[in-house]
């Protein structure tokens, strides 16, 4: 029987030392205590070359490559290189071949040396054939067949109904790649903007309504009557598609929400801007304009030209007759669209507006500008240019009415539907028309 012999004269104690077994006799061992070895700040480094053999060995996880064309698959490597090279295919059945490379070990930076595709490149054509494969319109199909990855690649974070909406759209309009991105962008941001001014009368399934409120919210954060509030309405009612939005954007193209000088008559305003110094010069657009005096009555209004446009590459104003009064004033919201029929009225001053009376500025000299092609005359809804009551024939002055007053007298038409009313420049800036200074 095999004996075991402890030769420690002192009880063991495992907290503090470490105890190895050492031979002491063919049938027993010695127990024997050895002092414990401080621990290790570092962990032990592998060889250097073990390391760079592991860091060549490890490769980065990649998916795998889409299906080939039957056409490529039976192509060896040089062959798939030399198809990639000399565009031997369309541009959706070439996108393949690049994962399949990458598959095998070639980087993008490789590729692109050996056939000239940018890493850039590479990537658009292999995520803009995997859009192309969600459509289902096989006239949008037709027309990404040669080109347009570039717009392709742009829509590719929609989903797929939406992709084959905005396609359609893109391809209707003949869009490139900065259009198909910000139309991408206004169809993602549109559910973010719920509870924004206006935005419950966009429709979300039609992109150009998408694209629509995009420029319409952008308007909205210019100031009103500006030349950049108008470009950006203008381009929303361009590109709108639902009547709603349609009715929307008019509705603030033609100055009546957020006008702040003005009247207010059952949602119809009248905007009554002063002139700042040296806004003319400073404007981007301009508007002309014919201009009577308020004494030549009826026949002053009737002999203004009812046309003038922009001729040549200077832009000269061209008017239908000869006429020796006009105006120029800045591309204001209610006046930039009134390319006909627009007439300016000087009066000498502000009594022949429905206004308070008693105003200090009652005496200033004001423009009137109204519209002849709107002439009817409707209850409650807007002002007028009209003779004076009580006075008749040649030579009559002008006024400014409401419409129900002119309906109360059963006055059905008036000389035009007064669209704007402008006060001269002042160095003083306390004197702004206030809403109740109107009746």
């Not at 290790?40 to 490769?59: C, F, G, R, T, V």
Request: hydrophobic letters at 35%; glycine letters at 8%; one cysteine or more.
């Amino acid at each position: 029987m095999t004996s075991l012999s402890l030769t420690s004269p002192k009880p063991l104690s495992l907290s503090s030392r470490t105890f190895v077994l050492t031979p002491h006799h063919p049938h027993s061992f010695t127990l024997r205590r050895h002092p414990l070895k401080p621990p290790l700040s570092k962990p032990i480094s592998a060889n250097p070359s073990q390391q760079q053999q592991q860091q060549e060995l490890y490769q980065p996880f990649r998916p795998p490559p889409p299906p080939l064309p039957p056409k490529f698959r039976s192509l060896d490597t040089p062959a798939r290189l030399e198809v990639l090279t000399n565009r031997l295919g369309l541009w959706f059945e070439l996108a393949p071949l690049i994962p399949a490379l990458l598959q095998e070990g070639f980087s993008p930076s490789v590729i692109e040396q050996i056939t000239g595709i940018t890493s850039l490149d590479q990537n658009c054509f292999v995520v803009a054939s995997q859009v192309r494969q969600t459509l289902t319109d096989p006239e949008t199909l037709a027309f990404f067949e040669n080109s347009g990855s570039e717009i392709l690649y742009e829509i590719r974070l929609l989903s797929t109904s939406q992709r084959n909406a905005a396609a359609r759209y893109l391809v209707e309009n003949n869009s490139d790649a900065k259009a198909a991105q910000e139309l991408a962008r206004a169809i993602k941001d549109f559910p973010k903007r719920r509870g924004d001014k206006g935005w419950e009368s966009f429709d979300y399934v039609i992109p150009a309504d998408c694209l629509a409120f995009m420029y319409y919210r952008q308007a909205l954060e210019h100031k009103n009557l500006s030349e950049q509030r108008t470009v950006a309405l203008q381009q929303a009612l361009e590109v709108a598609v639902s009547d709603k939005a349609k009715k929307r954007i008019l509705g603030d193209l033609e100055g009546g929400e957020d006008s702040k000088d003005g009247v207010e008559d059952e949602g119809v305003v009248v905007p009554v801007v002063k002139m700042k110094v040296g806004e003319v010069a400073e404007a981007g657009t301009v508007v002309v304009f014919p201009v009577c005096k308020a004494e030549d009555g009826g026949k002053g209004v009737d002999d203004v030209p009812w046309e003038c446009r922009s001729e040549g590459e200077f832009g000269v104003v061209v008017a239908e007759k000869g006429w020796s009064r006009w105006v120029v004033l800045p591309g204001w919201l209610p006046v930039v669209g009134l390319k006909r029929g627009g007439v300016v009225v000087a009066f000498r001053d502000a009594r022949v507006l429905p206004w308070k009376a008693n105003r200090w500025y009652k005496e200033e000299p004001i423009l009137v500008v109204a519209d002849r092609g709107r002439k009817e005359v409707v209850a409650d809804d807007g002002f007028y240019l009209v003779l004076r009551s009580g006075d008749g024939g040649r030579g009559d002055g002008l006024k400014v009415e409401r419409g129900l007053a002119l309906k109360e007298n059963d006055v059905k038409e008036s000389l035009g539907t007064v669209v704007l009313v402008v006060r001269p420049p002042r160095e003083e800036s306390d004197d702004q028309l206030q809403d109740e200074d109107w009746e």
